[in-house]
């Protein structure tokens, strides 16, 4: 099984679901001597292998596969309808349909059967926990499990169910928060206060991100107790990056200041770059995936007619840092 404390480059690519993470790029850090990390997320367990495959063509270094526990979850009616009426208008002007807000798995038992069958060398996890039956099965195949989570109960929840490695967000980092609870507001203690407090309360191997854009912050967190850092944003305009144009483009512009919370695209919280689409939907409800399904046609059209108001542009708070250049560049400019 994979000992973290052997990487060459305490930096974990972050995956990145929707298109930025991908083979190359997790080919490249892993190289590099970080640990690359594929994005299992949205993806058919076909996609998923085909993935792995490709980035085992090019190098027999350290890979993770990150999977999402999309848990059970029956949205409020009528907010959601209220919700979809007022996304009408801005559909409208798109020239699209609304999608239909169902509820689905992402594909679970395959990409779990995957996983197993092909032995990634670490699996991640995000949006829950899997089952101790699960986090046996996993270690049963030599492969690293690691659960994602974002306040200290989840991390002691994770450990009771016999997870083997923690990836602690703070609430600084771009895309979704992993929180489990659909309806909790995210924790809100800064990462290194939450590290210290994970890693007083566990004893397993911890990675730690959300905000980490430099080497110097890359030596804080490893400086506590972590064997490495979980990075994104500061990947996101990699050449490598499958990140798309409106993105990259918003990403370089410096009028793009601020970053917000919100539920507006997916129904879950997450950290994009603030637009108008942001600002005016503060209180859309609680509905994963439902909010992902009903918006993927307006973000699709968005990003087809370069519309970075209506797009999602996932990010973290520290993205004005965030540099263009090679995965292997990135990496060393990280490296402390
Ligand atoms: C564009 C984007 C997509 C993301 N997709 C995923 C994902 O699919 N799975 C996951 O566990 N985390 C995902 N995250 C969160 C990262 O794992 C990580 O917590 C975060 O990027 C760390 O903060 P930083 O962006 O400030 O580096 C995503 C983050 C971004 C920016």
């Not at 594929?38 to 058919?44: E, F, M, Q």
């Not at 807000?101 to 990409?111: E, G, I, L, T």
């Not at 944003?233 to 200041?257: F, I, K």
């Amino acid at each position: 099984m994979l000992d973290l404390r052997g990487l060459a480059v305490p930096v974990v690519a972050a995956p990145m679901a929707g298109g930025p993470s991908t083979p190359a790029l997790a080919a490249a850090v892993s190289a590099a001597g970080g640990l690359g990390f594929l994005a299992g997320g949205y993806k058919s367990a076909d996609q998923v292998a085909a993935e792995v495959e490709a980035v085992r063509a090019v190098t027999a270094a350290p890979l993770g596969v990150n999977l999402f526990v999309v848990e059970p979850y029956q949205p409020d009616r009528g907010a959601l309808d209220a919700y979809r009426r007022s996304l009408e208008p801005e559909a409208a002007r798109l020239g699209v349909d609304l999608g239909e807000p169902r509820w689905d798995d992402d594909d679970w038992h395959a990409k779990l059967d995957l996983v197993l069958d092909l032995r990634p060398d670490v699996v991640s996890f995000t949006f829950g926990c899997p089952s101790t039956d699960v986090l046996r099965r996993i270690a049963e195949q030599g492969v690293l499990s690691m659960v994602t989570v974002t306040s200290i109960a989840e991390a002691r929840l994770a450990v009771a169910r016999g997870a083997a490695s923690l990836s602690v967000q703070g609430p600084d980092a771009g895309g979704h928060r992993g929180t489990w609870d659909l309806e909790t507001e995210p924790d809100r203690a800064p990462l290194l206060e939450l590290l210290s407090r994970v890693l007083d309360a566990v004893e397993l191997p911890v990675v730690a991100g959300g905000g980490v854009a430099a080497a110097v912050d890359v030596a804080s967190v490893t400086g506590l107790g972590a064997l490495a850092a979980q990075v994104g944003t500061a990947y996101l305009l990699a050449d490598e990056a499958g990140t798309n144009p409106v993105h990259r483009a918003a990403l370089s512009d410096p009028a793009w200041a601020g970053t917000a919370l919100t539920r507006a695209y997916t129904g879950r919280w997450a950290r994009g770059l603030t637009n108008r689409f942001i600002a005016e939907h503060p209180t859309a409800p609680a509905g994963y995936p439902h909010l992902h399904h009903l918006t993927a046609p307006l973000r699709a059209a968005a990003v087809a007619a370069n519309d970075a108001q209506v797009a999602h542009m996932w990010a973290g708070t520290h993205h004005g840092r965030t540099r263009s250049g090679s995965a292997t560049e990135i990496t060393r400019s990280l490296t402390p």
